[in-house]
C-alpha cells in the first residue's frame, strides 16, 4: 500500500516569506503528526491533528500552524521564515496514535 | 522534565561484531516506546513499539527489550547495510500523541 507522501521533497525560501508543506497519510490513518529535523535539536514535535482537530501542540512559536482536511491530508504552514527554520520537516500517520509511518519529509532552506 | 537519552552517540563496528545501543527514558507514565531506524536523507522507518517492562521484540539481526528505565536495541552479527541512525522515542500517557526523541546513535558497521 501507499505510504506517506510528503510534498515537495525539497524548498527554497527567503527570510520574511511564508511556506506551506502538504502531507498525505496512509489511507485509512486518521493521525497525522508534524516534526521538524535539525542536526543541533534533532526530531522534535510540532503538532498531531486527528479527525480534522489539533490534539496536541509542541513548544513552537505561532508562526507555526497547520491543519487536516476531511479526507485526513494535512497541510503545515510557516509564516514570516527565519534563517534557523531551516531544516527537514517530517509528516508521520498513525491509525490511532501508536506505530506512526514516516514520510520522506521536505527539506526547507531559507536564505 | 521528560526526558529521552541514547547512548553512545556514535558507534563503528566491525561487521560480524555484535553490540547494544542504550535508550534511558525518564517519563511519568510510559504509554509505549518506539524504536525507528533512520538512513541520510529519508525518514525514519518504523522498527519495533514496545509497551511494558520485559518485553522483547526481534527482527532479523535487532532484538529490541525494555525495563522499567531504559531499553536496549542488541545488534547481532551486523553487516553493512545496518549501518544508519537508530532512534528511540517514547509516548506517554498525559501527552497521547506527543512523541518525545533521542538524539539517536549513529552506527557504523565496517565490512
Known amino acids: 500500500k501507499a505510504g506517506v507522501t510528503q510534498t515537495p521533497r525539497y524548498l527554497i525560501k527567503t527570510r520574511g516569506q511564508q511556506v506551506t508543506l502538504s502531507c498525505s497519510p496512509i489511507s485509512g490513518h486518521r493521525s497525522v503528526s508534524w516534526y521538524q529535523q535539525t542536526p543541533g535539536q534533532g526530531l522534535q514535535f510540532l503538532f498531531e491533528?486527528?479527525?480534522?482537530?489539533?490534539?496536541n501542540k509542541g513548544n513552537f512559536p505561532g508562526r507555526f500552524s497547520g491543519r487536516q482536511f476531511s479526507n485526513s491530508r494535512s497541510e503545515m504552514n510557516v509564516s514570516t521564515l527565519e534563517l534557523g527554520d531551516s531544516a527537514l520537516y517530517l509528516c508521520?500517520?498513525?491509525?490511532?496514535?501508536?506505530?506512526?509511518?514516516f514520510g520522506s519529509g521536505t527539506r526547507l532552506t531559507v536564505v | 522534565e521528560d526526558q529521552v537519552t541514547q547512548s553512545p552517540e556514535a558507534l563503528r563496528l566491525q561487521e560480524g561484531e555484535s553490540s547494544s545501543l542504550n535508550c534511558s527514558y525518564t517519563v511519568s507514565g510510559l504509554r509505549g516506546l518506539f524504536w525507528y531506524r533512520q538512513d541520510p536523507g529519508k525518514g525514519p522507518e518504523f522498527l519495533f513499539t514496545?509497551?511494558?517492562a520485559g518485553e522483547e521484540k526481534e527482527k532479523e539481526r535487532l532484538k529490541a527489550t525494555l525495563t522499567k528505565k531504559e531499553s536496549f536495541l542488541h545488534i547481532t552479527a551486523p553487516k553493512p547495510e545496518d549501518s544508519a541512525t537508530y532512534l528511540c522515542a517514547v509516548i506517554e500517557y498525559s501527552s497521547a500523541s506527543k512523541i518525545i526523541f533521542g538524539s539517536g546513535t549513529r552506527l557504523s558497521i565496517r565490512p
Open positions: 491533528y486527528f479527525s480534522e482537530t489539533q490534539r
Open positions: 514496545l509497551y511494558s
Open positions: 508521520a500517520s498513525s491509525p490511532e496514535s501508536d506505530g506512526y509511518t
